[in-house]
């Protein structure tokens, strides 16, 4: 049964840092890419940031390119998302994918995690 759960999310200002945490259980040994969505209310799930297995290829949202670093540590299972010089429009529930086909654009697999919430005032 492939599971998978995020943490880190809380309430900030603008401008102050975060860091995602999501962590996979279900699939040990198996290569996978890994990934995060958000979703603000209101709004569709919208993609944020995949990497590869072994971390060589990563892509970003244009919205969050040179904030945001997607990085992962495959012993722990576990992956992360730095979030830098946080805007109010991040504001979501931030969930993590895992195993999605990854061929130049990330498709989300149907293994999701229950999401954690993002808050940024202004």
């Known amino acids: 049964q492939v599971q998978v759960a995020e943490s880190g999310g809380r309430s900030v200002q603008a401008g102050a840092s975060l860091r995602l945490s999501c962590v996979a259980s279900?699939?040990?040994?198996?290569?996978?890419?890994m990934a995060w969505f958000r979703q603000a209310p209101g709004t569709e799930r919208e993609f944020v940031a995949a990497?590869?297995?072994?971390?060589?290829?990563?892509d970003y949202a244009d919205s969050v390119k040179g904030r945001f670093i997607i990085s992962r540590d495959n012993d722990k299972n576990t992956m992360y998302l730095q979030m830098n010089l946080l805007k109010p429009e991040d504001t979501a529930v931030y969930y993590c994918?895992?195993?999605?086909?990854?061929?130049?654009?990330?498709?989300?697999?149907?293994?999701w995690g229950q999401g954690t919430q993002v808050t940024v005032s202004s």
């Open positions: 994918n895992m195993g999605g086909d990854y061929y130049g654009e990330y498709k989300p697999s149907s293994h």
């Open positions: 279900g699939r040990p040994g198996q290569a996978y890419a």
């Open positions: 990497i590869s297995w072994r971390g060589g290829t990563t």
